[in-house]
């Protein structure tokens, strides 16, 4: 999953007196985080267990992993869902848009307004004796090319440091703590949280020098329940003892540490999951520290000039670093999690948003990076959750619309509760968050052309999802029409004609947003039969091919713009940070340039008109306007969103993505969507044409090179650029798939091999293909 990137830049980053780093991979800072501001902490993550390093002088690491959330499954479905549907399509139908969205919240959600929240281990405390005494040349620093955390300063002779790193084939944490001075190391350990703890032990026995945590989600029935366990192997010179909840060593030189914790989602039995637990833990001990670890204060001036071009390397690259650190697919046959809201790090048992999958923009956006910066394996936790979630949600298509096929709303837990989330009108009825993962089946397949992969699981996806809708769907105005359902996460004005006029409403029959998604996933599930060579006459083809047309088409409004609703009514939130109503831009097809040229002028109005209003007012947002105006060509909007996405959304001990600027929460989508951005600037192919340099801001990042990206038919592509326009590249094929072939705007004559390119034409798997202009 190699991919570089380097933006040639001018600015040489040299700190006297510390380790060599290099500014476009390495984050570092000469002061420790501040303990317990969360953003301040520096991650590790092996896609399951995850550590947020602290390094002050007392030692703090947060711990997750990734199915501890906060317990058991909710049955969340009203029961009067169903009777209700037909019912609240009356009251759309005759104008009464209040009394619907009224009647919709009471009667097809249930009280219980939320699934399950992402929650923690705990935290793991060192204290070194070092609190209070004088550190001097310190430094912390995280290298996202080798995924290790370093911390390291002096105190009166002696030089102190620590290591972490995330061990992804040994399933563990593992840490190296060191002295420059023989007998100097001490260190008392213990756990603390505010998690239910049912057990603490320390452990001084030889070959057992450890700390067993056992705790729990706290419920009286079917809570989830985990046992972690930090083992030490100090040098032979160190003495070990137990005082209370602590372990105790003195007079070490060197310390390594071994973390596991397994949990009763993936085991049934606590001997089960204890067993996993050791068998990790010996097996890491067994090898070594040495060998499981071979498996900036700057920001603040750099970013709001986004004249360092290192920084946004580094962002990038951070990015990717965050993406692998956070969902590996599994290498055990164990069910693995996709990156929740802060990817898999979080400090609390109660976190925003429940630090759940919000499936109407944000986990979506963890998984854009995937497919183009050649990481397509971390998207496979994104499958395993999908497979949990399809039995779910058949219950939901059955229990509350009376349908066949798998329908999910707009979050979902662990457990895959497909249900309505919560009690707000902008965004609790959106039966599409389905429609949305199955696109993301479909394009993970255009990505690795595994047609494995599309068989076993995106196509089957992809009818359950279709079915649903064929169902669903209701005959208005001539056309299939959606709803209840709302644009997410927007609110209209009632028009006088209608009631209650002038309040702020969201339920309406289709939104603009729901037939860019039915059309996608239609069209996918044609483009997925046809690589699978089913028959024309197959069922599902055929449903699929007769319910395609009836799609209720894009409206265009008064000023020219994509309609968001049915009716141009007057939006209550011009300024709304979501672009629902511009996903066929990105991440969808349909308003591509190059595909319709009217559609795209259409939503580049709403474009225009959301960042004239405000919109980019959360990190998530700013970066999907990145995205968005790279997939529109304008290269300069997408550079100068990147620099507030740089000035605005990361803390300045920090490259996390912020919520707001004002709320500065982690929020991991951000830098997710960042990554994306850049990458859709270099390389776009989702209209099937590989686009070289489609929106490079030639200006401001006149020369540089990327290697390693890829596009849609499983190219491998390398690319250089120079005096802010097209050098040469190489497009290399791994699947033999066709290649179709673009650069920037379309002008100039294009070599293939120094031979004139006349169309696409057949690759051979394998072979790199010289690409340059005449
Ligand atoms: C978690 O981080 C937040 C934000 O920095 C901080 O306010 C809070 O105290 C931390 N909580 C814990 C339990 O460490
Ligand atoms: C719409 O509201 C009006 C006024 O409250 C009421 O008379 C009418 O029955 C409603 N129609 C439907 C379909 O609910
Ligand atoms: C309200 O007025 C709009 C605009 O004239 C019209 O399209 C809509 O059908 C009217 N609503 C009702 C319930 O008559
Ligand atoms: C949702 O909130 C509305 C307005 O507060 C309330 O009328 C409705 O009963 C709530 N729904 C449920 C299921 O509690
Ligand atoms: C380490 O602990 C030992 C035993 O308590 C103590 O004598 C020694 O001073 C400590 N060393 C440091 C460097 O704090
Ligand atoms: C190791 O110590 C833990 C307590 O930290 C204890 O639960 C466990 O049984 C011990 N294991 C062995 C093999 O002695
Ligand atoms: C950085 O830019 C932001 C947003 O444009 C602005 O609010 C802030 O004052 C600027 N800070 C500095 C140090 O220039
Ligand atoms: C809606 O789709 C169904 C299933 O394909 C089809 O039978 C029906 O005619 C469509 N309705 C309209 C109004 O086009
Ligand atoms: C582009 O979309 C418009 C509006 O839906 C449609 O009228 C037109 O036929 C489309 N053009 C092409 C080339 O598909
Ligand atoms: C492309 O850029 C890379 C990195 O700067 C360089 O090593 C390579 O020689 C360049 N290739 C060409 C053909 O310019
Ligand atoms: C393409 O490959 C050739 C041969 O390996 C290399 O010299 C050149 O630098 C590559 N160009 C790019 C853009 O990576
Ligand atoms: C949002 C969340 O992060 N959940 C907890 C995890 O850490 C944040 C800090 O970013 C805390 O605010 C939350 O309580």
Not at 730 to 757: E, M, P
Request: glycine share 8%; hydrophobic share 40%.
């Amino acid at each position: 999953m190699r991919a570089q990137l380097f933006f040639i830049a001018s600015v040489a980053c040299v700190v006297r007196g510390l380790p060599t780093f290099d500014g476009s991979k390495d984050i570092w800072f000469t002061f420790p985080g501040f303990f317990p501001t969360f953003e301040s902490s520096l991650p590790i993550g092996n896609g399951r267990v995850a550590g947020s390093i602290y390094g002050g002088a007392s030692e703090v690491i947060g711990v997750n992993e990734n199915s501890i959330w906060s317990g058991p499954f909710q049955d969340r479905i009203a029961s009067t869902a169903a009777s209700a549907v037909p019912v609240v399509r009356n009251m759309l139908l005759a104008g009464n848009l209040s009394q619907a969205r009224a009647y919709t919240y009471e009667h097809m959600i249930t009280s219980v307004t939320s699934p399950r929240s992402y929650s923690y281990f705990g935290n793991i405390n060192i204290d070194f004796g070092h609190a209070g005494k004088t550190m001097t040349n310190y430094v912390r620093s995280l290298d996202t090319r080798q995924g290790v955390v370093g911390v390291q300063y002096t105190i009166g002779g002696a030089t102190f440091s620590r290591e972490y790193i995330a061990s992804y084939p040994a399933g563990v944490l593992a840490a190296r703590f060191k002295s420059s001075q023989k007998g100097t190391l001490n260190m008392t350990i213990t756990m603390t949280g505010n998690i239910k703890i049912l057990s603490l032990v320390p452990s001084a026995a030889a070959n057992n020098i450890s700390l067993t945590l056992r705790g729990s989600s706290g419920q009286s029935v079917s809570p989830i329940l985990w046992t972690g366990q930090a083992r030490l192997v100090p040098d032979a010179g160190a003495t070990v003892s137990v005082s209370g909840q602590n372990l105790v060593i003195t007079k070490a030189t060197q310390v390594d540490m071994f973390f596991d914790t397994e949990t009763s989602f993936r085991y049934t039995s606590q001997a089960a999951w204890e067993a996993e637990m050791l068998r990790k833990i010996n097996a890491a001990v067994g090898l070594g520290y040495d060998s499981v670890k071979n498996a900036a204060t700057r920001i603040s001036v750099a970013r709001n000039t986004s004249q360092d071009l290192q920084l946004s390397t580094l962002v990038f690259n951070f990015g990717r670093y965050l993406l692998a650190a956070s969902s590996r697919p599994s290498n055990d046959g164990s069910i693995t999690l996709p990156a929740n809201l802060q990817g898999i790090w979080n400090n609390s048992t109660a976190p925003i948003f429940g630090s759940k999958y919000t499936v109407n923009i944000n986990i979506e956006m963890n998984y854009w990076p995937a497919g183009p910066t050649n990481m397509a394996e971390t998207e496979l936790p994104l499958f395993d959750l999908i497979k949990i979630s399809i039995p779910r949600g058949q219950v939901a298509a059955q229990r509350m619309y009376g349908c066949p096929g798998t329908v999910w709303h707009h979050n979902l837990d662990l457990w895959g509760d497909p249900a309505p989330t919560d009690n707000f009108t902008a965004s609790t009825m959106w039966p599409f968050g389905s429609a949305w993962f199955a696109w993301h089946a479909i394009d993970h397949y255009r990505f690795t052309q595994d047609k494995t992969f599309l068989q076993n699981v995106a196509y089957p996806f992809l009818t359950q999802v279709a079915a649903f809708y064929e169902c669903y769907a209701f005959a208005h105005d001539g056309f299939n029409a959606t709803g209840p359902s709302l644009s997410p996460e927007n609110t209209f004005v009632v028009p006088s004609n209608e009631s209650v006029a002038g309040a702020g409403e969201s339920v309406d029959i289709a939104p603009a947003m729901d037939g860019q998604l039915m059309t996608e996933i239609f069209e996918g599930l044609l483009e997925a039969a046809s690589a699978l060579g089913i028959a024309n006459s197959d069922p599902a083809v055929v449903a699929a091919r007769n319910f395609l047309p009836t799609i209720k088409p894009q409206q265009i409004g008064s000023l020219g713009q994509i309609l968001e609703w049915r009716q141009e009514y007057t939006e209550a939130v011009p300024d709304n940070p979501h672009l629902s109503p511009l996903w066929a831009l990105m991440p969808g097809r349909a308003f591509s340039p190059l595909v319709n040229n009217t559609l795209s002028k259409a939503a580049q109005v709403v474009l225009d008109k959301r960042v004239a209003s405000g919109s980019g007012s959360t990190g998530w947002s700013r970066t999907w306007l990145i995205n968005q105006y790279a997939r529109a060509f304008r290269a300069n909007d997408a550079w100068m969103h990147l620099g507030q996405w740089l000035a605005l959304f990361t803390p300045s001990f920090s490259l996390f993505d912020t919520w707001t600027a004002t709320n500065p929460i982690f929020q991991i989508d951000g830098n997710f969507g960042f990554v994306s951005g850049v990458a859709e600037m270099l390389l776009q192919s989702h209209v099937g044409i590989v686009h070289l340099l489609p929106a490079l801001p030639g200006s401001a990042v006149p020369t540089g090179s990327v290697k390693g990206l890829v596009a849609r038919g499983n190219f491998v592509v390398d690319i250089n650029w120079s005096g802010g326009g097209f050098a040469s590249a190489n497009v290399t094929s791994r699947s033999g798939a066709q290649l179709a072939l673009r650069i920037a705007d379309g002008t100039g004559s294009i070599l293939v091999d120094g031979a004139v390119y006349k169309g696409p034409f057949a690759t051979t798997v394998g072979k790199t293909y010289a690409v340059t202009l005449a």
